[in-house]
C-alpha cells in the first residue's frame, strides 16, 4: 500500500537531508576532531545518534501539539533564547545518524520509519528557515558561511549599546580574561563538545568595523545535572557578548557557529563590547552591568573567577566517574539539544532528556572507543559505510567520491514498496548519573521545574505580536514606523 | 517471492575500520536469522522488540571480536583503566635516537603547528600531562613553575582547570582548530598542535619555536611541513 506522504513532501525531505549532509561533512572534516583523553567522545556520540533515533520523533511530537516549529524559530531570534543555528541545526543530523546506523546495522530499511523521518526533518528545516529569515536561508553554508540572524534594528541596538575599550585598559583585560574562563567552563560542563558555544554575525559597523555576536549558554545551574550545586554561585544561565572589531574580517560564521577571521581574531582589535542575557522568559536581551565601563569590567572579573572555581569542583567530580558515567553525561549532552523546545513549549521533563532510552542501552557493549572513533569517522568524515555508497558513477559534491552521508527516503513508497511509519513510542530510559536535585537558574530567579514550565507556557514577549514588524523589508518601506524596535523590545535606537 | 530478511545492497563496500566491518556484520547476521525464524513480513517484524538484538547479543559480538585477539584502541584514559583486558597499553614515548640538530647543535626532539605567534620563542621545562593524577596533583599544588605542558590530548576537558598556568604547551595530536588550540589562544598561553615528538625527555629543558607565524590550516602538505615549529632540546652550555 503506498503511504499518505505526498511525492512533495518525499522530495523536500530528501533535497533537506542531502543538504544537510554535505554540511555537516564539510563541517565535520574541515572543523576538528573532537577528542578527550578524559571522555570517551566518539563513543558517545555514537550512543547519541541512537537516542536521538529512538526518542526525537515523540518528543518532538509532543512539542508540535503545543506550538509551531516558525514560532519556536521567532523566538529564538527575537528573544535571545538559546535556540540557534546548531542546537537545531544538529537534531535532524543527529537523527540521520542514528537511523544510517541502524540502516548500516541491518535493522532498519531506507523505507522504514517515514513517518519519523519526515517529522523531525520538516521541523527542523521550519525552525531554521524561520530563525534565519533575515538572511533569507536555512543554514550558513547556503549563505556562504555568513549568519546574519539579526535585523537591522536588534544589531544598531547592540552596536548603540557597545562600551569602547582599549587593549591595556580594565574592561579589555577584564574580557580577555573572561573569555578564556568561561570556554574552559563551557567545554568541561558540556563533556568537550562546543555545544555551549554559539558565534553569528558577522553584522557591520561603523567605522568599517565588524560585530561578532558571542553565545555563551547553559552556564548556571540548569538541565545538566552534575551543575547542580557547583554552578550555584553563576547568576547567569546564558550570556551574549557583542564585539566589534577593528581590521578583522569575519570570512567564516559556519553551521556550528564557529568562525574564522582573517587576519586571525586577536582581542587587541576589539574596539568595543557590550554583555547581555536572555532565556525563554525575557524580554529580549537585557543588558547585563553595561552602566559604565568599570561595572562591567568588575562584573567580567567577577564572573571570570567564578567560572574558574567551578571549573575546579567540577572537573574534580567529573574524573572521578566511571566510564558509563561519562559515556552517558556526554550522549546525553549530545541528545539533550532538542530539549530547549520543550522548554519553550513548556513541557519539559527532565527524565525525557536525561535518561538514556533503553533501546539504547543495549548497544552500550559495542560503544568502546575504537568502535566509537572508527563509526563516527566513517559515518561523518569518510562518508565510507557501506549503505552510504551509491553507485559507481556518483559523484559527491565536496570529496569526488561515491558515498553520501544520509540515505533518502526510497520513492516506491509512493506506489507499492514495502514501508513502516515509526520506531514507536519511547521506552524507559535510565541512567547512572547522579539526578538532577537543584533548581534552574532564570531570568526571572530560581524556579522549580514546574513552575519553570508554567511560566514558560504563559510567557509571551512584549513585542511578540509585533514580531513580523522586525523585518528590515518593511523597516525600508516605513522609515518612520517605531513598530520594528518596539518588536525587539529595544530601549536605544540607532541615531536617536 | 517469499519474505527476504538480509541486508541487501546493489553497491556494497567493506568498512573502512574492521571494527565496523567486524560489529555491523555481526548485527545484520543476527538480525536476518532473528527475522527470519519469525516468519512474519519484514514491516511487522522490524519494530517488534521482542525480536530485537539484545544487550546479550551485543556483549556476544564484542565478544567474538576479543576472542580473535582484537584489542581495542583506547581514547579514554578511563577505558583502559577499567577495562585493560579489552584495551591496548596507551603507547608510550618514541625515542629513534636519531634526532637531527641544528645549526647550534642542539637535539631537534619535536615538531608541530603553531597555534599563534608570540614575538620570542619560548624555554621551559617539558612536562607530560597524560594523567587524571597529574592534573589533580597540580590542580590542588599548582602548576610547577615554567612548565611547557606536553599534553597528548587535543581536548579542553583533561586539562581544563590547570590550563591557564602554563607557560606554553605542546599538544600530540588535534589541529590547531582543536578544543586545546581555541582554549590556548583564548589564554594567551603558546601552543603547538599536531606535534610529533622523538626523543623529548620529561623534565628536560626545552626552547620552542613559538615565535613563528601561525600554521595555516589551509596549506598543502608541502607548505604544511615548512611552517612547522621546532622544538630543541636545550643542553647545560646553552
Redesign the interface.
Known amino acids: 500500500m503506498p503511504t499518505d506522504h505526498t511525492y512533495r513532501e518525499i522530495l523536500t525531505a530528501n533535497q533537506f537531508g542531502r543538504k544537510m549532509g554535505e554540511s555537516f561533512y564539510w563541517g565535520c572534516t574541515t572543523?576538528?576532531?573532537?577528542?578527550?583523553?578524559?571522555?570517551?567522545?566518539?563513543?558517545y556520540i555514537a550512543g547519541s545518534y541512537l537516542n536521538a533515533f529512538y526518542r526525537y520523533p515523540e518528543l518532538l511530537r509532543r512539542v508540535i501539539e503545543r506550538t509551531s516549529p516558525e514560532e519556536i524559530g521567532d523566538r529564538a531570534r527575537q528573544a535571545g533564547i538559546p535556540i540557534n543555528t546548531i542546537l537545531t541545526y544538529v537534531v535532524q543530523q543527529f537523527y540521520a545518524g542514528g537511523r544510517q546506523i541502524m540502516l548500516?546495522?541491518?535493522?532498519?530499511?531506507p523505507s522504514?520509519v517515514l513517518d519519523d523521518v519526515l517529522l523531525v526533518y520538516d521541523f527542523v528545516e521550519r525552525v531554521l528557515t524561520s530563525f534565519h529569515r533575515n538572511h533569507g536561508h536555512v543554514i550558513p553554508q547556503d549563505a556562504n558561511m555568513k549568519n546574519a540572524v539579526h535585523s537591522a534594528q536588534q544589531t544598531e541596538r547592540f552596536e548603540a549599546e557597545a562600551i569602547g575599550v582599549t587593549p591595556g585598559d580594565r574592561l579589555h583585560a577584564a574580557f580577555?580574561k573572561f573569555?578564556?574562563?568561561v570556554?574552559?567552563?563551557g567545554?568541561?560542563s558540556h563533556?568537550?563538545c562546543?555545544l555551549s558555544f554559539f558565534n553569528h554575525g558577522p553584522y557591520k559597523t561603523e567605522g568599517g568595523h565588524q560585530m561578532l555576536v558571542r553565545d555563551a549558554i547553559n552556564l548556571a545551574e540548569n538541565d545538566l545535572p552534575w551543575l547542580d550545586g557547583i554552578a550555584a554561585e553563576i547568576p547567569y544561565n546564558n550570556l551574549t557578548a557583542a564585539v566589534i572589531m577593528k581590521d578583522t574580517d569575519f570570512n567564516i560564521v559556519d553551521d556550528f557557529g564557529s568562525f574564522e577571521a582573517s587576519p586571525?581574531?586577536d582581542n587587541d582589535n576589539i574596539v568595543a563590547l557590550g554583555l547581555y542575557t536572555s532565556d525563554l522568559l525575557s524580554d529580549g536581551y537585557i543588558p547585563v552591568h553595561m552602566d559604565s565601563p568599570e561595572a562591567l569590567a568588575e562584573l567580567l572579573e567577577d564572573l571570570a573567577e567564578r567560572f574558574?572555581r567551578a571549573?575546579?569542583e567540577l572537573?574534580?567530580l567529573?574524573?572521578g566517574?566511571?566510564?558509563t558515567q561519562?559515556l552517558e553525561a556526554g550522549l546525553l549532552v549530545y541528545s539533550g539539544v532538542g530539549r530547549e523546545f520543550a522548554h519553550i513549549a513548556g513541557i519539559y521533563e527532565q527524565d525525557d532528556w536525561w535518561q538514556v532510552d533503553d533501546?539504547v542501552?543495549?548497544?552500550?557493549?559495542?560503544l568502546?572507543?575504537?568502535?566509537?572513533?572508527?563509526?563516527v569517522?566513517?559515518l561523518v568524515g569518510?562518508l565510507?559505510?557501506?549503505?552510504q555508497?551509491?553507485?559507481?558513477h556518483h559523484v559527491e559534491r565536496f570529496n569526488g567520491g561515491?558515498g553520501e552521508m544520509w540515505t533518502p527516503i526510497p520513492y516506491s513508497v509512493l506506489v507499492d514498496d514495502?514501508?513502516?511509519a515509526?520506531?514507536?513510542d519511547m521506552?524507559t530510559g535510565g541512567s547512572d548519573l547522579p539526578p538532577k536535585t537543584g533548581l534552574w537558574q532564570t531570568t526571572q530567579g530560581k524556579l522549580t521545574l514546574e513552575e519553570l514550565n508554567r511560566r514558560a507556557r504563559e510567557f509571551k514577549p512584549t513585542g511578540w505580536d509585533l514580531r513580523h514588524y522586525d523585518d528590515d523589508t518593511f523597516r525600508k518601506a516605513h522609515p518612520d514606523d517605531r513598530r520594528p524596535f518596539e518588536a525587539i523590545g529595544a530601549m536605544v535606537e540607532s541615531g536617536a | 517471492m517469499g519474505e527476504s530478511y538480509g541486508y541487501h545492497d546493489a553497491w556494497p563496500k567493506v568498512a573502512e575500520f574492521p571494527v565496523v566491518e567486524a560489529f555491523h556484520t555481526a548485527a545484520r547476521k543476527l538480525a536476518e536469522e532473528r527475522y527470519a525464524a519469525d516468519g512474519r513480513p519484514w514491516s511487522e517484524v522490524v519494530h517488534d522488540r521482542s525480536l530485537q538484538l539484545t544487550r546479550a547479543d551485543f556483549e556476544k559480538i564484542e565478544a567474538d571480536l576479543l576472542a580473535t585477539g582484537h584489542r581495542f584502541e583506547a581514547s579514554a584514559l578511563v577505558s583502559f583503566k577499567e577495562e585493560p583486558e579489552k584495551y591496548n597499553a596507551p603507547a608510550g614515548i618514541a625515542d629513534s635516537g636519531e634526532q637531527a640538530t641544528d645549526a647550534q647543535g642542539r637535539r631537534i626532539v619535536g615538531t608541530g603547528d603553531n597555534v599563534f605567534a608570540v614575538p620570542a620563542d619560548v624555554e621551559g621545562i617539558a612536562r607530560y600531562v597524560s594523567t587524571v593524577d597529574r592534573v589533580m596533583e597540580w590542580l590542588v599544588d599548582g602548576v610547577p613553575d615554567d612548565t611547557i605542558a606536553v599534553i597528548d590530548d587535543s581536548g579542553g576537558t583533561l586539562t581544563a582547570p590547570i590550563l591557564g598556568q602554563f607557560k606554553a604547551v605542546v599538544c600530540m595530536g588535534g589541529t590547531v582548530r582543536s578544543h586545546l588550540g581555541i582554549l590556548t589562544r583564548e589564554y594567551n598561553v603558546p601552543c603547538l598542535m599536531n606535534a610529533t615528538v622523538d626523543g623529548l625527555v620529561d623534565e628536560s629543558r626545552v626552547s620552542v619555536e613559538y615565535s613563528k607565524p601561525a600554521a595555516d590550516a589551509y596549506a598543502d602538505a608541502t607548505a604544511a611541513e615548512a611552517q612547522r615549529a621546532r622544538i630543541l632540546e636545550l643542553r647545560e652550555e646553552d
Not at chain 1, 548500516?104 to 530499511?109: F, K, V
Not at chain 1, 555508497?389 to 559507481?392: I, K, V
Open positions: 572543523r576538528t576532531v573532537q577528542e578527550s583523553k578524559l571522555f570517551p567522545v566518539s563513543a548500516d546495522m541491518g535493522m532498519l530499511r522504514d580577555s573569555m578564556p574562563a570556554s574552559t567552563y567545554f568541561l563533556c568537550e562546543r586571525s581574531y574558574q571549573t575546579g572537573w574534580q567529573m574524573a566517574w566511571t566510564r561519562m533501546q542501552r543495549r548497544f552500550y557493549p559495542l568502546n572507543d575504537e568502535y566509537g572513533n572508527a563509526i569517522g566513517e569518510y565510507s559505510l557501506s549503505t555508497q551509491l553507485s559507481p561515491r514495502d514501508w513502516t515509526t520506531v514507536g521506552s
